[in-house]
């Protein structure tokens, strides 16, 4: 009841905003509004047929050249709505730099889907929809600086405080805070020497009592390439065995080729390596293997019109979940989506066809205004 209240009182908030947009020309809004029908199959003898919408409501200001500020909410549509606040944040520029507070989007490290140099959010995304233009959305409460060196260097101080739980202090006022250690803190350093991107960083996780550095690399020979790595070193007491097991790598390639009559074809890449974990096929999950792959092909026709079809591959138990999809603009800002996913692989592995969503049709309407 405690958390209805509270998406109620967030909806409230937001429809009161709109309400007085028209009376405030320093605001800029857009609405995404994404609604699919989807097919699935549940297991061998039964399917699902399902109705899922999508809209994401953006605030920004447009007045102030030297002050930014965003409120986004993300709703998720079924017989019951899901409600959250995914940004809200302001960006201040003072002379010689610019700060963030807030709940804000911040990307360290290189990679598309698998970015070992991601010390704050992990290896992989927090939530993988495959069928998402952008598989990394993450953000998270935040106050950092940015101080540029010169015109390709910067430092990036960052401190993450842990936002309150509203609704557990609705129910209980004296229910426990967030602690003086939880905080984390770090930062990262990047430069291009030689026309080769390199950013190096460090992050202490305060809950976790372990510290966190990482270095990653991107540049371009023949192809765009990228490689990262990070490790997770505990506070008390390190074990050599708890550095093998948190190291990891990872890397990509991309290729984007122009072809015949305004068509693109682009090629990625991706791979993720954890050297002592499992190289050997057992029941389990990603996170248990030692060697993951992720694979797309995008084909652009015409700037209305494209293909995609990626992929993400477990090598060690020849399992994957692979989705083909399309995109179809065919009025402005509004899109046709169609996506097919299937699960390749048995029972006992990462993806298999005969688990929950093995096999996975959607389609519907995607309009941005």
Not at 226 to 240: A, K, V
């Amino acid at each position: 009841m405690v958390i209805k209240n509270l998406n109620r009182f967030i909806l409230m908030l937001f429809i009161a905003l709109i309400g007085i947009l028209p009376a405030h020309a320093e605001m800029l809004p857009s609405v995404k509004l994404t609604l699919m029908n989807s097919l699935a199959r549940i297991d061998e003898d039964s399917l699902t047929f399902s109705s899922l919408g999508k809209g994401r409501f953006t605030l920004q200001s447009v007045k102030n050249r030297n002050v930014r500020a965003q409120l986004t909410l993300d709703t998720t549509i079924a017989d019951t709505v899901m409600i959250d606040i995914s940004r809200a944040f302001i960006k201040v520029r003072f002379p010689g730099f610019r700060t963030t507070i807030g709940k804000a989007k911040v990307s360290w490290g290189e990679g598309f889907f698998y970015n070992a140099g991601d010390v704050i959010f992990g290896d992989t995304p927090l939530t993988a929809d495959m069928t998402a233009e952008e598989l990394r959305d993450e953000a998270v409460w935040l106050t950092s600086a940015y101080i540029p060196l010169s015109t390709y260097s910067f430092i990036e101080p960052i401190i993450l405080v842990p936002g309150l739980n509203l609704s557990e202090l609705m129910l209980d006022p004296e229910a426990s805070t967030p602690s003086t250690t939880d905080p984390s803190a770090g930062g990262r350093f990047v430069a291009r020497p030689g026309g080769i991107k390199v950013e190096g960083g460090y992050l202490y996780r305060g809950a976790e009592q372990s510290h966190n550095p990482y270095l990653s690399f991107q540049g371009n020979l023949f192809l765009d390439w990228h490689l990262s790595s990070s490790i997770s070193i505990p506070h008390y007491s390190p074990m050599i065995s708890d550095l093998e097991e948190s190291f990891k790598i990872s890397w990509g390639l991309f290729h984007l080729q122009s072809l015949a009559s305004g068509m693109s074809l682009s090629f990625r890449l991706e791979g993720l390596v954890k050297p002592c974990a499992s190289w050997i096929e057992k029941e389990g999950d990603s996170s248990e293997y030692s060697f993951m792959l992720y694979p797309e092909i995008s084909l652009s026709v015409n700037e209305s019109l494209t293909y995609l079809l990626r992929s993400v591959v477990s090598p060690i138990d020849l399992s994957a979940l692979i989705t083909a999809g399309m995109y179809w603009n065919i009025y402005e800002g509004f899109k046709i989506l169609s996506f097919l996913s299937v699960q390749a692989g048995e029972t006992t592995d990462i993806y298999g066809w005969n688990k929950p969503g093995g096999i996975t049709f959607s389609c519907g309407f995607q309009f941005i205004y």
